[in-house]
């Protein structure tokens, strides 16, 4: 593949599981032998300590993106290797993440930062998952100008819906706005439990709410354990083995090629044909 292609992994609320989907989503795509770049936006820097990297001598974004003036390190100096038998690696974030977000308020183009820097290294890479902070502030609007498409991971609950909606109307305004080309790849349902009550009537609003559900992680368990009870995973496993993840790195790896098709002229649907990818996945 030429040229990259970016996925932004936001939800405004905290604790619906961006920072595991994105790094279990980017292992499994390395796997599969795509060259996968993980860019940690959120200045709490979960992603970048997930992945072992606390202090970088190499420097971090906030030394990329700089402040109130640009900064002066390339973003291809401060990428960090942790996957070494494949291609995978993450530019980190630290604290000082959340001055530089502060300072671009004063920047002109302040929104095409995080754009401009994918653009240095857009021929090393396949595919970008950017891990975006639990708010709407500027490093997610850099995420979703940055974005050909978004994945929006949430927990299977009703209050959880209203959020959903929200997030969907800061997309279509950036989409009119600043990205005509921003897509939502689809709603993935995180930490789903067949045997809640609550969590089948959350998915179902979901679906009655005409939102882009992915039929990942939240079929019935047909296991049953020892003590008979059903064997429930949760939608989305930091396990490397989780067949919820195989099913969305499944998804996610037709989105990619059929995007790639569409950057040299061959037109694509504009959605993901779900029944086709399911009868490829029974062969």
């Known amino acids: 593949m030429a040229n990259l292609s970016t996925i932004a ?14 790094l279990s989503l980017g292992m499994k795509l390395a796997e599969q032998g795509f060259r996968v770049l993980l860019v940690d936006l959120d200045p709490q820097a979960s992603l970048s300590a997930v992945c072992g990297v606390s202090e970088s001598e190499k420097g971090t974004l906030a030394s990329v993106f700089g402040g109130s003036l640009p900064g002066k390190v390339g ?22 993440l959340a001055q530089s977000e502060l300072g671009l308020i004063f920047r002109i183009g302040r929104e095409h930062v995080l754009k401009a820097a994918l653009d240095t290294i857009s021929m090393e890479y396949d595919v970008a998952l950017l891990d975006c902070p ?29 959020g959903i909606c929200l997030l969907g109307t800061v997309i279509e305004r950036v989409k009119r706005e600043i990205n005509p080309y921003l897509s939502i790849l689809g709603v ?11 969590h089948r009537k959350a998915v179902r609003a979901i679906k009655a709410a005409g939102l882009p559900l992915l039929p990942v992680g939240i079929e019935e368990s ?16 930091v396990s490397g083995d989780s067949q919820a993840m195989n099913h969305l790195a499944d998804y996610v790896s037709k989105w990619i090629n059929r995007h790639e098709s569409k950057k ?11 029944d086709t990818i399911d009868k490829d996945k029974s062969k």
């Open 134 to 162: 639990p708010s709407l502030g500027m490093m997610t609007l850099n995420a979703l100008n940055a974005a050909d498409t978004v994945l929006i991971p949430v927990r299977p609950e009703l209050n959880h819906l209203r």
């Open 75 to 96: 973003l291809q100096d401060i990428l960090r290797d942790i996957l070494p038998e494949h291609c995978c690696y993450l530019a980190p974030a630290d604290l000082a």
């Open 264 to 274: 040299y002229g061959i037109e694509r649907k504009s959605e993901i044909d779900f």
């Open 9 to 22: 992994i936001l939800n405004q609320r905290k604790g619906v599981g961006k920072t595991t989907t994105t």
């Open 222 to 237: 047909k296991a049953v354990s020892e003590n008979g009870s059903p064997d429930v995973d949760p939608a989305i496993s």
């Open 188 to 198: 993935v349902v995180t930490y789903y439990n067949h045997t809640l009550s609550h």
